[in-house]
């Protein structure tokens, strides 16, 4: 069992920053592959960035590359996301999400815990 804990969200400006992290319990997480996700008011929740296991593998939803950067910290049991440049448009709730694989998924099915979330609020 894993329980994951998003922290980092709020108001910001476009072209601001912020930096989500998301803890996680227990003594496995360097076993898990992590994701993002984000779920805008009446949309389906959508796929932001994932992160392998160990950390060497990222990959990412295309209107994100090159302002969003997924990392982990296995000794503390964390992951992040840096969200730079950020748009009206990524405004949402973001999840992170858990996933017992070597492989870095995007799709939300393939996942196994999931945390609460957190909103992030970009003003035009």
């Known amino acids: 069992q894993v329980q994951l804990v998003e922290s980092g969200g709020g108001l910001v400006q476009a072209g601001g920053s912020l930096r989500l992290s998301c803890a996680a319990s227990?003594?496995?997480?360097?076993?898990?592959?992590m994701g993002w996700f984000r779920q805008a008011p009446g949309k389906e929740r959508e796929f932001v960035a994932t992160?392998?296991?160990?950390?060497?593998?990222?990959y990412y939803t295309g209107s994100v590359k090159g302002r969003f950067t997924i990392s982990r910290d296995n000794a503390k049991n964390t992951v992040y996301l840096q969200m730079n440049s950020l748009k009206p448009e990524d405004t949402a709730v973001y999840y992170c999400?858990?996933?017992?694989?070597?492989?870095?998924?995007?799709?939300?099915?393939?996942?196994?815990?999931w945390g609460q979330g957190t909103q992030v609020t970009v003003s035009s």
């Open positions: 992160i392998s296991r160990s950390g060497q593998s990222t």
């Open positions: 999400a858990a996933d017992y694989t070597i492989l870095t998924p995007t799709s939300p099915g393939d996942y196994d815990y």
């Open positions: 227990g003594r496995t997480f360097g076993a898990y592959a």
